[in-house]
């Protein structure tokens, strides 16, 4: 059965809210780079309530699903992947308390996690994953679409 990953992208302080990567051990290939915020989804959410709890808990704000933007059916992680347009309501950005923050082993590998707000113009010159997301944003951004 494949996981379910859901992401919001959200337009805050004249940029985007993204999650940047560092000193990623279990990933070989990819060391430093950028994501947009989400995971998993936990038993009996919707995708849309999955979206706001993951940024709540990698951000610490409160958003509001606007959309569905992207849809990337992922055969490497054997996930389907969904990316949401979401609003920002409320809160401090970068007051996360989700799991990742945590001291916890299971994320020993994963390096830090890094809230920040990329420029529009700044995001083509960053690592975004998945490339095939970045490259949809990218074109929307250029189109004024988001």
Known sequence: MKRIRVAGIIPMNGGFA???????KKN???HEYYTFPGGGLEAGETKEEGTIREIKEEFGINVKV???LYRLDSKEFNQEEYYYLCEYIDGKFGTGQGPEFSNDPKYIDSGKYLPEIIKPEEIKNIRLLPTEIKEKFVQ???KDEL
């Open 66 to 68: 606007i959309k569905e």
């Open 28 to 30: 070989p290939n990819f």
């Open 18 to 24: 993204l999650m940047h990567r560092m000193d990623v």
């Open 140 to 142: 929307d951004i250029k």
